[in-house]
């Protein structure tokens, strides 16, 4: 799975009111967040900036002024913000929105709170070169469970040997948790409904085609969506070593 030509656009979502990480956004926006000294939405944006994307669309509702500020100083990647300080549109919703200033080929779409812990080599320029326009409309990284902190929840999906993806039926754990960041075609968005709705009503679309992918994460994925998986990623973050997703 090899494109010939890799992303260089990015949507990152930053304007979720983050609820579950309060008290620390009660008065500072959630990408905003400090983790090991750096706000959430730097790990985001320091990443996509190595891995060569050049331009970064970051959607704003809550405390909107306070991430504009902060974005101000930076110059790799060019920072343009898509406003929804009108109506917050979960998602896919903040998508379409930002679909006019990501151009016309696939781009990142990347949670503000969705951090790692590399393995060998770079994950986000693993998935950048294996997206493949012609078998897939998304592809997602995926994390195994067992290399995971700070998520409770139940995994997401299977993967079967050729990487597509589907969801988990029955009683038993999904072996495979979204990361937070994925690569989608502008396809992934035709026909898609108005207003605020969530990635996963185009998400379960793709994999009724076959068309949803997934590449495995190699280290350690954190997800910091609360004040105890913050203090649980900056652990992990002091001693990585330390930590095993075997």
């Known amino acids: 799975m090899t494109s010939a030509k890799r992303p260089t656009s990015a949507f990152v979502l930053a304007a979720g009111k983050g609820e579950r990480m309060r008290p620390l956004t009660n008065t500072l926006p959630k990408p905003?967040?400090?983790?090991?000294?750096?706000?959430?939405?730097?790990?985001?944006?320091?990443?996509?900036?190595?891995?060569?994307v050049?331009?970064?669309v970051v959607n704003v509702h809550y405390l909107a002024d306070k991430i504009e500020k902060h974005l101000a100083h930076r110059s790799?990647?060019?920072i343009i913000i898509s406003d929804e300080r009108d109506k917050l549109l979960d998602t896919g919703g903040?998508?379409?929105r930002a679909l006019p200033k990501l151009g016309a080929g696939p781009f990142v779409i990347h949670n503000s709170d969705s951090v790692w812990i590399e393995g060998l080599g770079s994950n986000l320029d693993r998935l950048l070169s294996g997206f493949d326009a012609d078998l897939m409309d998304s592809l997602m990284l995926v994390a195994p469970l067992s290399a995971s902190i700070g998520y409770d929840g139940l995994g997401d999906f299977q993967m079967d040997a050729?990487?597509?993806l589907?969801?988990?039926t029955g009683p038993r754990l999904a072996p495979f948790v979204f990361a937070g960041v994925s690569i989608a075609h502008p396809r992934l968005f035709e026909n898609a409904p108005s207003g605020a709705f969530s990635l996963n009503k185009l998400w379960d679309r793709a994999i009724d085609k076959?068309?949803?992918?997934?590449?495995?994460?190699?280290g350690i994925w954190m997800h910091v969506g609360t004040p105890d998986a913050?203090?649980?990623?900056?652990a992990a973050l002091s001693a990585p070593l330390a930590t095993s997703s075997d």
Not at 38 to 51: F, G, M, N, Q, S
Request: proline share 6%; aromatic share 2%; glycine share 12%.
């Open 230 to 234: 913050l203090k649980e990623a900056e």
């Open 94 to 96: 903040g998508a379409v």
């Open 210 to 218: 076959g068309r949803l992918y997934g590449l495995r994460l190699e």
């Open 162 to 164: 050729t990487g597509r």
């Open 166 to 168: 589907t969801r988990q």
């Open 54 to 56: 050049k331009r970064a």
């Open 32 to 52: 905003l967040v400090p983790l090991d000294g750096k706000p959430l939405i730097d790990h985001v944006l320091d990443r996509l900036a190595d891995a060569g």
């Open 76 to 78: 790799a990647p060019k």
